[in-house]
């Protein structure tokens, strides 16, 4: 008992002298501030700093109270308090910004939907507002509200796919019937001829004024007439055929035309490739003729040269073209890449003129020189043939082939005509006229001949007796530069140095009456080309003096096509061009070494 007495005294005696010493403690420092603040500072830098050191003195002190005059875990519960409550005000402040977020989205998708007609996702916008319904404190009872939906505005587009839907699966071959049909169409007249675009939509020549109704329907027939259908698009209208028979070319009663290979066989489309040029056996119309330009034949190796010569082979895809540049070039033609098939360079003959054989086994070429050459098209060989036994020519640049392909006549010298055999290639005969002899033209399946020269005369030659039968003066002509006689032998036409054209019946000709049918003056210079096409519908003249001076005539009217050439295609100088067998290409060779391709509608095979 003693000693416990003795420990509680001692205690007692500490916990008294503790607040005695606390007190001494701060008084004796406040002296030694008091001492401080009284000193005089050196400088004002020492003056702040000891400001600086009182201020922060004092903080601690008041610090240093309020910790011991206060109790811990009271001090504890009163730092969690107020950081509690912030932390619930900051995570509601942030619920709202991000509910107020996701409805303005929710209204920026309703109003993209009230602009442009699209069907936004409601479900969402349900459950984003319920959210925000939660936040304010409202009723929540609507959040089960329906996940899909249908739009019934007036602007819906489900409800017309839903109709078209029943239309398609409720009425199996139903036919299509106008929603509205004008009655004045019938009585309205319109002329056909005021406008030229018009033209190509007469049945017959001296037609002018059709009704509205027919107007209508040649308009329809024409488009579908350029424009073939695609039967591949077209799976279960092409087992019904239409009705109609693929290979009939008759007009129907409402005008309109079929196209090959929608109504007949689903095979028409792999029985050949004539569909690359549009299909029509009408007589061909005067005024305007229907073309269109198409790649160059010679685009993937144009010519450094002019390009003197162009020829067609008898199948329609192959073409020749030949220049000074000394290249003897082949392409093949589909209208689209032409590619170039093989090039052959002849070092010793710049090239003046180059043909097919009419039965496309050979291509003659020659040249200023007094040989020429022979190129055989199956075996890809090329023979040189020197000069001809019996005549010293220096120049064969001038010649033609007869169109049963066993000759070829040379132009020579002093009016002379060489005569040379297709097989042998030697001098079979020759023909002599009174002047200079310019051009040559063979007639009656080369068993005729006609020739023009310095003289003004177009001279008849009968080849199996080799002399002439005949010889008449080329009306306004002196000297004569261009011949051409017709497929068909009927008709023939000269040019001269002056630029005009006479355009003969042969048959009138050879009977005395020499007066021409036709005479063009659309050229002013010299005419150094005249070209038939396949079926003597189509004259082409040029000369090569002048830029674009090329013409196309329409021959049983014997008036120029007024949309050829066009401004936009310009030609250039124009040296040599022909047309294809089918009649459906023309090629113009330029002195620009190009070969333009042009498409000729009208015509069905190429």
Known sequence: MASDQGMMMISQNVSLRAPHTHRATKEKEKEKKNKKRQRKPESAEEDQKNQLNVFQEDNREMQGTDKSDSDDEHEEEKNKVPSRTARKRKNKQ?????????????????????????????????????????????????????AWFTDRTPGSQIDAFEKEDLKLHSEEGFEKKPVWIDEEEAETKVDITKVNRLRKLKRQESEDLISGTDYINRLRSQHAKLNPGTEWANLDRKNEGFGFDSDSDTELENGFRVSEGFGGSEYDILRSNDELVVKSKQQLLPGQIEYSRLRDANAEDPSNAVIQSVGFH????????????????????DGKRNPKIQSVFIEDLPIHKAAFLPDGSMAIVAGRRKFFYSFDVVKGAL?????????????????????????????????????????????????????????????????????????????????????????????????SSALAVSPDSNVFATGSDSGIVNLYNRNEFLGGNRKPMKTLSNLVTVVDNLKFNCDAQVLSICSRMKKDNMRLVHLPSCTVFTNWPSTKNRLHYVHSLDFSPGGGFLAVGNAAGRVLLYKLHHYEHA
């Open 94 to 146: 942030s619920r709202i910004e991000k509910a107020e977020m996701e409805k303005d989205k929710v209204e920026q998708k309703r109003l993209e939907s009230l602009l442009f007609g699209t069907i936004y996702d409601q479900q969402l916008t349900t459950e984003l507002g319920n959210e925000f319904d939660q936040l304010q404190g409202e009723n929540t009872q609507e959040n089960d509200a329906a």
């Open 383 to 479: 023979d040189k043939i020197n000069c001809l036994i019996g005549r010293e020519e220096r120049s064969l640049e001038s010649f033609e082939v007869s169109t049963d392909s066993s000759m070829i006549a040379f132009l020579g010298n002093d009016g002379y005509i060489m005569l040379v055999s297709t097989k042998t290639k030697q001098l079979i005969g020759t023909l002599k006229m009174n002047g200079t002899s310019r051009a040559l033209s063979f007639a009656d399946d080369g068993r005729q001949l006609l020739s023009s020269g310095g003289d003004g005369q177009v001279y008849h030659w009968d080849l199996r007796m080799r002399r002439c039968i005949h010889r008449g003066a080329d009306e306004g002509c002196l000297n």
């Open 314 to 333: 008898r199948n329609g895809q192959l073409l020749l073209t030949a220049g000074f540049d000394k290249r003897l070039k082949f392409f093949q033609i």
